[in-house]
């Protein structure tokens, strides 16, 4: 599976922006996809997870409620809708493909390449 992630941005607190993963190779319909973001001297922490074919989703705590992740089949595409951004949602952002719903990126066997995301106060 490849993954081409897009929509970075400078953005400000408050505004929206939205992120998409293309998806590529073979049988990514049987993969969840999600995202993950790393920010500076930070570890890389998950975001968001939907199982493909199910429409089940997952969500980090600290954007429950703001960011919204979807997928578009016939497109191979997945998003990441966010919302009420913060300054502390700056990070890079990296779409992921797994084989289940798990939140620690030593076990994502797919990675896309990472997009910036920068919310200014």
């Known amino acids: 599976v490849q993954l081409q992630a897009s929509g970075e941005g400078l953005v400000q607190a408050g505004d929206s922006l939205r992120l998409s993963c293309a998806a590529s190779?073979?049988?990514?319909?049987?993969?969840?996809m999600g995202w993950f973001r790393q920010a500076p001297g930070k570890e890389r922490e998950f975001v968001a997870a939907?199982?493909?074919?199910?429409?089940?989703?997952r969500y980090a705590d600290s954007v429950k409620g703001r960011f919204t992740i979807s997928r578009d089949n016939a497109k191979n595409t997945v998003y990441l809708q966010m919302n009420s951004l913060k300054p502390e949602d700056t990070a890079v952002y990296y779409c992921?493909?797994?084989?289940?719903?798990?939140?620690?990126?030593?076990?994502?066997?797919?990675w896309g390449q990472g997009t910036q995301v920068t919310v200014s106060s």
């Open positions: 939907t199982a493909w074919g199910g429409g089940n989703t």
């Open positions: 992921a493909a797994n084989h289940n719903f798990g939140r620690d990126p030593e076990g994502i066997p797919y």
């Open positions: 190779g073979r049988a990514f319909s049987a993969y969840t």
